[in-house]
């Protein structure tokens, strides 16, 4: 049975969240945006509502959500609709026990790297979908009333959609803490490194943004300097993770731009 609503595009009327960890609170400030109240659902919760949740959504960990399941409906809970916010895990079978007592599943995994700051918000990002067709159906509707843009992955794209996501995220986060650790080394401030690279990292991600890749990257590599990637090259000698990471860029960036090339002298 899909959620109750009061129209087709409405949120569910009784929604729970279980895990109040980043996204769970960022997931819930976006449905309490979007008019909706949800429920927390904590570790102490000992017994099932009079009335079942239109939807459970479940923001723990992705190790955990199977036996989150397991342990909330062998305490009778009850859910129309349950959706794990995995964005690696299909929903079966880390769901297989809601299936069982006749819920529609899905993964609703909305793109995003929330820091647990109060202002981090899961709404209108795009979401990505995957699940029964019931349970998918309820997911586009939830995405779309929280302003996102829900999209379908198939369950066997999803670990390299979440491989890309985390590559861009934590790769990202990572790629600019050694940056600033090799600038300290070259002399620049230590309280200055981090800040400043973290902002050179934001200007480089908005001009792909705006023009795309490779039209907007910057640097030696887009200039063709030869010259400067050979110097770069032989500081980098035997730095480690940070040499590793040049290399493998400069990589992928070159066969960017040859593909783009290519692609611009076909007739």
Same mark, same amino acid.
């Given at each position: /049975?899909? @959620?109750a609503?009061?129209?087709p595009? +409405?949120l569910?009327r009784?929604?729970? *969240? &279980? #895990?109040r960890?980043?996204? $769970?609170?960022?997931?819930?400030?976006a449905?309490?945006?979007?008019?909706?109240?949800p429920?927390?659902?904590?570790?102490?919760?000992?017994?099932s509502?009079?009335? @079942?949740?239109?939807v459970i959504?479940l923001?723990?960990?992705?190790?955990? *959500?199977?036996?989150?399941?397991r342990?909330?409906? #062998?305490q009778g809970?009850? =859910?129309?609709c349950?959706?794990h916010?995995?964005?690696a895990?299909?929903?079966?079978p880390a769901?297989?026990?809601?299936?069982?007592r006749?819920?529609?599943? +899905?993964s609703?995994?909305?793109?995003?790297?929330?820091?647990? &700051? @109060?202002?981090?918000?899961? $709404?209108?990002?795009t979401v +990505? *979908?995957? $699940?029964?067709?019931a349970?998918? =159906?309820?997911?586009?509707?939830i995405?779309r009333?929280?302003?996102?843009?829900?999209?379908?992955?198939? +369950?066997?794209a999803? @670990?390299?959609?979440h491989?890309a996501?985390?590559?861009?995220? $934590?790769?990202t986060?990572?790629l600019?803490a050694?940056a600033?650790r090799?600038?300290?080394?070259a002399? /620049?401030?230590?309280?200055?490194?981090?800040p400043?690279?973290? &902002? %050179?990292?934001g200007?480089?991600?908005?001009?792909? =943004?705006?023009?795309?890749?490779?039209a907007? %990257?910057?640097?030696?590599?887009?200039?063709?300097?030869?010259g400067?990637?050979?110097?770069?090259?032989?500081?980098?000698?035997?730095? #480690?993770?940070l040499?590793d =990471?040049?290399a493998? %860029?400069?990589?992928?960036?070159?066969?960017a *731009?040859? &593909?783009?090339?290519a692609?611009?002298?076909?007739?």
């Amino acid at each position: /049975m899909p @959620p109750a609503t009061s129209r087709p595009d +409405a949120l569910p009327r009784r929604i729970g *969240i &279980r #895990g109040r960890g980043r996204a $769970g609170r960022a997931l819930a400030r976006a449905l309490s945006a979007a008019g909706a109240s949800p429920v927390w659902i904590s570790r102490a919760w000992k017994r099932s509502p009079s009335r @079942p949740f239109d939807v459970i959504f479940l923001a723990v960990p992705d190790d955990a *959500i199977a036996a989150e399941s397991r342990r909330l409906v #062998g305490q009778g809970t009850r =859910a129309r609709c349950v959706l794990h916010l995995s964005g690696a895990l299909p929903a079966a079978p880390a769901l297989a026990a809601w299936k069982a007592r006749g819920s529609a599943i +899905a993964s609703f995994h909305p793109l995003g790297s929330f820091s647990g &700051r @109060p202002s981090d918000s899961a $709404g209108g990002r795009t979401v +990505a *979908i995957e $699940g029964d067709p019931a349970g998918r =159906a309820a997911a586009f509707r939830i995405a779309r009333a929280i302003g996102g843009r829900p999209w379908r992955v198939a +369950a066997a794209a999803k @670990p390299i959609y979440h491989a890309a996501a985390t590559a861009a995220a $934590g790769g990202t986060a990572t790629l600019v803490a050694e940056a600033a650790r090799a600038a300290e080394r070259a002399g /620049m401030p230590a309280r200055d490194a981090l800040p400043a690279f973290a &902002r %050179l990292a934001g200007e480089a991600v908005d001009n792909v =943004a705006r023009a795309g890749f490779p039209a907007g %990257l910057t640097g030696p590599l887009a200039r063709g300097d030869a010259g400067t990637l050979r110097l770069h090259r032989r500081a980098l000698a035997g730095k #480690g993770g940070l040499a590793d =990471a040049y290399a493998a %860029l400069a990589r992928a960036a070159r066969t960017a *731009i040859r &593909r783009k090339t290519a692609g611009g002298r076909r007739p």
